[in-house]
């Protein structure tokens, strides 16, 4: 871990970043982003949301 730790550059190179920015969209790009973004902040939203509405069923209904 510390040897990966030291290898990340401490200044950015905004020359690269502009670079990497230019590049144009691999063929499966689009859609490998949009299913992590669907991963990583839909289906959190979802289950809170469902565990929210459960608690809450719970307290006015009862058990």
Do not use: H, N, T
Not at 17 to 22: D, K, V
Not at 33 to 61: E, H, K, Q, R, W
């Amino acid at each position: 871990m510390r040897k990966a730790w030291k290898k990340i550059p401490k200044e950015i190179d905004y020359e690269k970043e502009e670079q990497l920015q230019q590049e144009p969209l691999e063929k499966g790009d689009l859609p490998a982003m949009l299913l992590a973004g669907i991963i990583s902040i839909f289906l959190p939203v979802v289950l809170i949301l469902i565990l929210l509405i459960g608690i809450c069923y719970l307290l006015f209904v009862g058990l």
